[in-house]
Nanobody
Framework: QVQLVESGGDLVQPGGSLRLSCAASGSGFSINAMGWYRQAPGKERELIETITSGGSTVYTDSVKGRFTISRDSAKNTVYLQMNNLKPEDTAVYYC??????????????WGQGTQVTVSS
């Protein structure tokens, strides 16, 4: 079993910054990609940014220039640096990992979510 543990959510004022972390633990797997999604009240979960094992990134336009994803492959950890936060960034942020078991099958796992609130 793979577990994802997120941290870093908080209440922050508009224009502020936060860094989210997500660590994958377990055994018998390698990581294809990790990423961040968010879900605001009354809205569907949306992709923010993902990063592959090769370092390729995909992100949504609404966070371009403000959010940056990075990873520490040795620690199976992905980070999301969020700058110039806006009230519309308020949401529960979820970590996702697409992993490959040594059996060759791919699986997707989700973290429990961490709340980010941007408000004055």
């Amino acid at each position: 079993q793979v577990q994802l543990v997120e941290s870093g959510g908080d209440l922050v004022q508009p224009g502020g910054s936060l860094r989210l972390s997500c660590a994958a633990s377990g055994s018998g797997f390698s990581i294809n990609a990790m990423g961040w999604y968010r879900q605001a009240p009354g809205k569907e979960r949306e992709l923010i940014e993902t990063i592959t094992s090769g370092g390729s990134t995909v992100y949504t336009d609404s966070v371009k220039g403000r959010f940056t994803i990075s990873r520490d492959s040795a620690k199976n950890t992905v980070y999301l640096q969020m700058n110039n936060l806006k009230p519309e960034d308020t949401a529960v942020y979820y970590c996702n990992a697409n992993i490959r078991r040594f059996s060759g099958r791919d699986y997707s796992y989700w973290g429990q979510g961490t709340q980010v609130t941007v408000s004055s």
